[in-house]
């Protein structure tokens, strides 16, 4: 009778402390007796110079270790090491993690253990916000390798008797891979963490201190306490944004802005409004509805102002204020604060500012501004519900003309405090400007701004705006052809994902948006684009854009021609 041959048909995992003696045996049988790269020794066990950092997956069959690999995230890397600065060879905008130590047992080598250790480690480390696999290949197996997808780059390294070729692997690649290669089912999704993230405008992800502030018991707008919390809240504000003054009010951006124009009503003098997007859009829009005379200059959705136009059109109309939006948050421009201050300067003109999504963003002074508008969500990374108005100190009051709620000048007389404002609002803000670093927090932003605009570019996504007059927590990105944003939105939405993709001015456009606004843990962004990608490749792009319903303001403006 023919005795029945043991299955060779194992599982994918990650390594245990329990299987570290295993691990560092196939080390040795490999690296030190079949491809010698170390000195014998008398245990025959090989431990790795980078051990204790190191992720392990391991091939088990019948109880026994057949196969490893490692992967680890510090850097520098053992191929920076060996070839100096390894970024320099590897596509831009990416996260790499370096995998090394792959060994299989000889009698295994002609199944799919050597593909599914590494496939499922790239797996493992994608899901972690890495999205590009660097390692060094045995000469022996180069055609494998470059089946899998890899890319080599670089001299070859190791002996004559040891060659390996450095390569790189792109999540993309992974991710084509067929499902026969994808092994680890339940373990790797156990083992990977469940990410997630807000990348919305609004509302923000909240810090845990914020939220817990915003859960306190709620204190009356009359007591001394909330007025004691309040004047503390406008002096973080002001030397946040280099301002003299500021009041708050209960409400939205939206009424922020109405508190402006009404101000604005008030000079009785024409002026100009600067646009080049949704929201330079609703100031007009805002100075429309307070029948105010003012002229109109354009540029294009995406571009920089023509401030050499604006400053013609001051002259031409011998305007006596100037109105424009600082982060045009529809398409991540960011129009030139100080370019702005210079015109209305030389036409001894008055600068009203929309600072919504800038306040939190970059650094900022208001010292040459005579009226800002913000609001307590978006970049303040707490809870929409306060309007913030910046003014110079000339507000005025004027009960016959402007409707009480908007008289910036009778707030201002009232201490900032005419009418019932939320106390746990206002310590949910106070604990968010407290407990920020905001220089440390605009230099993280510029970084991290850099690198999504390097990451998306990479993988061939468009954003909009030119870097050069781009907001860093603000990306409007431009799908691929037949991309559905909508539906890309949605999907990634189902995945924990949250972007911007539903306001009527994206769909109209068929964009997406990223903003890096509120609280977001630094590896769910390096996942977001790998994440992107893999949503692009599932969603059902052949469905064609919904039509999108009009948008807010398009239906105020058609109504209010």
């Known amino acids: 009778m023919t005795t029945p041959q043991p299955s060779t048909r194992g599982r994918v995992r990650l390594a245990t402390e329990a299987d570290h003696d295993a691990i560092h045996a196939l080390n040795y049988r490999t690296f030190v007796e079949e491809i010698p790269q170390h000195a014998p020794n008398a245990t025959r066990r090989q431990v790795d110079r980078f051990h204790d950092e190191n992720v392990y997956a391991v091939y088990e069959v019948n109880g026994r270790i057949v196969g490893m690999i490692s992967g680890r995230t510090q850097r520098p890397f053992s191929l920076d090491q060996k070839l100096g600065r390894v970024d320099d060879y590897l596509p831009v905008g990416r996260t790499p993690v370096e995998m090394r130590l792959l060994a299989v047992e000889p009698e295994f080598r002609a199944s799919r253990v050597f593909a599914q250790l590494v496939g499922f480690m790239s797996q493992y480390f994608l899901a972690n916000g890495f999205d590009l696999g660097i390692m060094s290949g045995t000469t022996r197996q180069l055609r494998l390798y470059r089946h899998l997808g890899f890319h080599a780059f670089g001299p070859l390294i190791g002996t004559e008797a040891a060659a390996y070729q450095p390569m790189y692997i ?44 915003m859960q306190r018991g709620a204190t009356s707008h009359r007591a001394d306490a ?10 973080r504000l002001c030397e946040l944004a280099d301002a003299r003054e500021v009041t708050m009010l209960l409400g939205s951006g939206t009424l922020a802005n109405d508190v402006v124009a009404a101000q604005i009503s008030l000079l009785d003098a024409p002026g100009v409004i600067v646009s080049n997007g949704e929201f330079g859009e609703r100031l007009i829009d805002h100075a429309t509805r307070m029948r105010i005379p003012h002229s109109v200059m354009r540029a294009p959705w995406g571009e920089a102002l023509d401030h050499a136009a604006i400053a013609q059109t001051m002259r031409s109309t011998q305007a006596h204020w100037l109105w424009a939006v600082h982060c045009e948050t ?90 019932t404002q939320s106390s746990n609002l206002l310590d949910a803000l106070g604990t968010s400007l407290t407990q920020m670093d905001w220089p440390a927090r605009f230099r993280r932003l510029a970084l991290d701004g850099a690198w999504l605009r390097r990451a998306m570019e990479s993988r061939g996504w468009r954003v909009l705006a030119d870097s050069n007059h781009a907001s860093p927590a603000v990306h409007t990105l431009i799908p691929p052809a037949g991309v559905s944003a909508r539906a890309l939105g949605e999907r990634l939405r189902e995945a924990g994902w949250l972007i911007s993709f539903e306001s009527g001015y994206l769909c109209e456009r068929n964009w997406l948006q990223v903003c890096l606004m509120g609280h977001y843990t630094p590896e769910a962004l390096r996942a977001f684009p790998a994440v992107l990608d893999r949503c692009v490749g599932t969603a059902a792009v052949a469905r064609p854009p919904q039509a999108a319903p009009p948008g807010e303001f398009s239906v105020a403006r058609a109504a209010t021609a």
């Open 226 to 235: 909330f007025h004691a919390r309040y004047r503390d809240v406008q002096r």
């Open 170 to 213: 792109t999540a993309e690649e992974v991710l084509a891979w067929p499902d026969a290669l994808k092994e680890g089912g339940e373990e790797l999704r156990a083992a990977t963490p469940s990410v997630g993230a807000n990348f919305l405008p609004g509302p923000v992800g909240i810090s845990d201190a914020v939220q817990r502030a």
């Open 330 to 419: 529809s398409t991540g421009v960011r129009n030139d604060l100080d370019a702005l201050a210079s015109v209305a300067r030389a036409h001894d003109a008055k600068l009203a500012v929309d600072v919504i999504s800038s306040l939190g963003t970059v650094p900022l002074s208001l010292r040459d501004v005579w009226m800002a508008s913000a609001v307590s969500g978006k970049a303040l990374s707490s809870f929409p519900g306060i309007a913030i108005v910046y003014h110079d100190g000339t507000a005025c009051s004027a009960n016959q003309r402007i409707p009480r709620y908007l008289d910036l000048g009778f707030a201002v007389a009232q201490q900032g405090v005419p009418f």
